[in-house]
């Protein structure tokens, strides 16, 4: 769609789309809850320009979410949506300038508002007088923007959702303004809005030395425009801009009512060179004191009240008489639709409540600071508990004692790695050397963990636990398991023997019986040894076993119940144990292989028995 025709002294309507460059997230969303509650059909925000990314923001068209397009380039964002007339420049002091210079040589831009204060005054005449050799509307820098009643509004004008609708802003008024202050921009909207038919349009120039626009630009558009029945100055110390407007009503140039005031009266009481808020806001000369200037503006036919305090009734008695020459209308009385209150705000506000979908019980990150299990994470390091202490926190929800701690370190070290032959290392290596990245082939590795291949932790405790609490004798076990024809979890190994021990189980069972308060469980296990081992002195009580037995112990050791403590096995708490550990050794691998630049594995034909049928059956009668 194209860039709609407008009369030169339009400069936005309720079709006006603009593009927004910078992601000010607040602004866009400003901007889109006042098109609702204009009741636009279309967003005024067509596309915003990010620099940094590219894609969709979400955001709220009243009650619904939408999504705008965000572009890295403005010649991307103009290319796709010919529409935009207008941009809200937010870049940085720093990139105003040179991103409003490059917005000017695209032809379907008609006005720019620059919002970024504190651009160097040389650069600021560049902008200007480029904007006039372009034809473009410059509003800024260092405005809040401007508004057209009803239709549109730039970024931030108007401040709030409460205050646009307690000045009447949703609807169309009669009355324009033209302000160099963003701030008082609002009074003005305040006072207009309830003391005549409403603004129609309103612009603030910014506080610069330098504007992109004058009064007298805005001014004569104004009263080009028939929509328009009154105009509002609101000028201010220093400069010799209001000097223009007293020019063009000397002329006759301006034939609509002007009510003008200049602020910044109380200057005179000061020292000279007192400079007010704006870079502009300082007087150097009598005519650039507010005195002389509403003298001036007085004297040309403008009508100046004796002091801000009369300002608002000045602008009433002007619009009541126009009303009763019938050059304007008394207000309507319309309602705007309601927008609904943000979620965020509302719960900032305990206005609402929701019920919670997702329930977490073992950290938190929603505060100041990360907390697992109520524990600070500064306090984490600060008592130095280690991952050790950390996994009691995220899957026991426990403070674990330095036994139990350093007993899950343990575990972890020993579990770490078992050489490249193991179906979990094995699967990774070859993943890695199939070009797979890290995570994947160290998911591909994982996969394999299971029964066959890491499950005895947990199965051994699935098995040992009740066996021992039911006060079933070691024989009475090792028959009752014969019976059922399977295998003891935990019990059993191809190489290590009892003349030949694994040292990791050494290790685990000689910390376990020095510092754990009780090893129940080990001692019924070691029993169950004996008795399996009188059969064949390879049947030892294997790692995964004496893991899987020595977390038994553990957490009975901490107080849990029995209950709780098979609770744990089930959920395959115990396992998670030997997950986490063997990770770092198949990625230990997955990274030498990488190193090692390794080639695709191919498994080699010596390897694999080919037993194939001559023919498959029917082969002769179907061929």
Not at 160 to 173: A, Q, Y
Not at 246 to 264: D, M, Q, Y
Not at 397 to 420: C, N, S, Y
Not at 472 to 479: D, G, I, S
Request: proline letters at 5%.
């Amino acid at each position: 769609m194209m860039v709609q025709e407008k009369p030169d002294y339009v400069l936005f309507d309720e079709n006006t789309r603009s593009v927004v460059f910078g992601y000010q997230q607040n602004a866009i969303q400003g901007m889109l809850n006042y098109d609702f509650i204009c009741q636009r059909k279309t967003p005024s925000v067509a596309c915003i320009v990010n620099p940094t990314r590219e894609g969709f923001h979400v955001c709220f068209w009243g009650p619904r979410e939408i999504s705008i397009p965000m572009y890295r380039t403005l010649e991307k964002a103009l290319e796709n949506h010919k529409d935009v007339d207008v941009m809200v420049n937010f870049a940085s002091m720093r990139s105003a300038f040179p991103t409003t210079l490059d917005a000017m040589d695209f032809p379907q831009l008609r006005t720019i508002a620059i919002i970024a204060e504190g651009i160097p005054e040389r650069r600021s005449k560049m902008i200007v007088a480029k904007a006039l050799e372009k034809k473009v509307t410059i509003i800024g820098p260092a405005t809040v923007g401007g508004i057209r009643a009803g239709a549109f509004k730039i970024g931030n004008t108007a401040g709030t959702l409460d205050n646009i609708i307690e000045s009447n802003l949703f609807r169309t008024g009669s009355v324009a303004y033209v302000s160099k202050s963003g701030g008082l921009s609002n009074e003005l909207n305040m006072i207009i809005g309830t003391n005549t038919d409403g603004v129609y349009e309103g612009v603030a120039l910014g506080g610069d030395r330098y504007p992109g626009t004058l009064f007298i630009d805005h001014i004569m558009r104004y009263e080009a425009n028939p929509d328009i029945s009154m105009i509002v100055l609101l000028g201010e110390i220093g400069g010799k801009d209001e000097y223009e407007v007293v020019e063009a009503l000397r002329a006759g140039k301006i034939t609509k009512p002007v009510v003008a005031w200049c602020i910044g009266t109380s200057a005179k009481m000061f020292p000279s060179g007192v400079q007010f808020g704006h870079a502009g806001a300082r007087a150097d000369a009598a005519m650039e004191t507010p005195d002389y200037k509403n003298k001036a503006l007085k004297e040309a036919g403008a009508i100046v009240p004796g002091s801000f305090n009369d300002f608002d009734d000045k602008i009433k008695e002007t619009f009541d008489k126009l009303v009763a020459e019938g050059k304007a209308k008394p207000p309507s009385d319309v309602k705007p639709p309601v927008i609904p209150i943000d979620y965020k705000i509302a719960m900032r506000d305990d206005i609402i409540r929701k019920p919670t979908t997702f329930m977490c019980t073992i950290s938190d990150e929603s505060g100041d600071e990360l907390s697992y299990a109520g524990v600070k994470i500064s306090e984490v390091f600060e008592h130095g508990i280690g991952i050790g202490g950390v996994i009691g926190l995220l899957w026991f929800k426990r403070v674990l004692p330095p036994w139990g701690r350093q007993f899950i370190e343990m575990v972890i070290q020993v579990t770490a790695d078992h050489g490249p032959a193991v179906s979990g290392a094995h699967n990774a290596i070859v993943a890695s050397r199939a070009g797979k990245d890290l995570i994947s082939s160290l998911v591909s590795g994982m996969l394999t963990i299971g029964p066959r291949f890491g499950g005895a932790v947990d199965g051994s405790a699935q098995m040992f636990q009740p066996a021992k609490d039911s006060g079933m004798t070691p024989e009475e076990f090792v028959l009752h398991i014969k019976k059922k024809n399977v295998n003891i979890q935990g019990i059993g190994h191809r190489i290590k023997s009892v003349t030949d021990p694994d040292i990791r189980v050494t290790l685990l069972k000689k910390f376990v019986m020095e510092n754990f308060p009780s090893h129940e469980y080990l001692d019924y296990a070691l029993e169950v040894e004996k008795v399996t081992t009188a059969k064949r002195n390879n049947l030892i009580l294997n790692v995964d076993g004496c893991i899987g037995i020595c977390m038994l112990d553990l957490q009975a050791g901490i107080g849990l119940t029995k209950e709780e403590i098979k609770n744990n096995v089930d959920l395959g708490v115990l396992n998670g144990l030997f997950i986490l550990g063997r990770s770092i050794g198949m990625m230990g691998h997955i990274l030498d292989q990488k190193r090692l630049k390794a080639s695709l594995y191919r498994h080699p034909w010596d390897d694999i028995l080919f037993d194939l049928p001559e023919r498959p059956p029917g082969w002769e009668e179907n061929k």
